[in-house]
């Protein structure tokens, strides 16, 4: 990939990322105001624009056109650099980031790629946005159903790996994305091809319930990180506290790693992948 493209593209994204806020004000007219007649086809999402900004600037072996029922999303997909992969990770993008944001999931997914394992990455949803408008009813409804697509996303996403050859699943997520990753593998922690979990900087959903409340039901191997150098450090010990409860010794493992802003991850990366090999 020549350079110049490429640094085109990261700018691209990183545009698409910063004016999110600003997309979002854009897609409802002011309640006062007519919209106007350009105004009256709905934008373009900002999910959208940044899966088209990553068609356009990446390889196209990479990609991966995804479905769950009427919800269609992108994964990019890189194989292991073995001939029998160790097996397969989902890396799930923090809300609002795509599938190839900077710091870690753009490079987990090329780093533990060569490192022996099939990776797939991917977003969650757009989110709900203003629910405000909705009665109790309506709204519980409207949550129930976006958590729901976000299950099943993670789902189709997993059998995409299987597809591709891998045999043990590892799912990985990021800030938000790392509570509902947690959350989708209790609830079908019964499926054999589901084996480990890793959170980074897990971060609760809105409304949702704590972090060390979603440990009941997954009892299979567990990794938390914070690379962030001032943690919630009640909110960690609550963790501690909860996995000690339930009697989960070695599985559960909890690990500070700071990161500073200009530290590259390899460290934190080759942390993931010791502790995947075991």
């Given at each position: ?18 004016t ?19 105004e ?6 900002r ?7 990553l068609?356009r ?13 009427d919800d ?11 001939p ?15 599938a190839?944001?900077?710091r ?6 090329r780093?533990?790629?060569d ?7 991917i ?9 405000d ?11 129930q ?7 099943q ?6 059998l995409?790996?299987q ?15 790392a509570?509902?990753?947690l959350r ?6 019964s ?8 959170l980074?900087?897990?971060?609760a959903a ?8 979603l440990?009941?039901?997954w009892?299979?191997?567990?990794l938390e ?12 010990r ?6 000690r409860?339930?009697g ?5 493992k ?25």
């Open positions: 990939m020549h350079l110049r493209p490429y640094l085109l593209f990261v700018c691209t994204l990183a545009l698409l990322s910063s999110s806020s600003a997309t979002e004000e854009a897609d409802a007219p002011a309640a006062d105001e007519p919209p106007a007649a350009s009256r086809t709905q934008l373009p999402s999910s959208s624009l940044q899966e088209a900004a068609r600037g990446l390889d196209s072996d990479e990609l991966r056109q995804l479905e769950a029922g269609r999303f992108l994964g990019l997909f890189l194989p292991a650099a073995r029998s992969p160790l097996g397969g990770i989902l890396l799930v993008a923090d809300r609002g980031e795509h190839d944001a900077p870690l999931i753009a490079a987990s997914r780093q533990l790629s490192a022996g394992w099939h990776t797939l990455s977003t969650l949803p757009d989110s709900l946005g203003n629910l408008t909705l009665d109790e009813a309506e709204r519980e409804v409207a949550e159903a976006h958590a729901e697509l976000i299950r996303r993670l789902r189709q996403a997993w995409a790996l597809a591709e050859g891998a045999e043990q699943i590892t799912l990985l997520g990021q800030g938000e994305a509570w509902w990753v989708t593998a209790g609830q079908d922690s499926d054999q091809v589901l084996r480990n979990v890793v980074v900087d897990p971060r809105a409304q949702g319930e704590p972090l060390h409340r440990l009941e039901a009892d299979k191997p567990l990180i914070h690379s962030r150098s001032n943690p919630d450090a009640e909110a960690l609550r963790q501690t506290r909860e996995a409860r339930l989960r010794g070695d599985s559960y909890q690990v500070q790693h700071p990161l500073t802003p200009n530290q590259p991850e390899s460290s934190l990366i080759r942390r993931i992948a010791g502790w995947l090999k075991g």
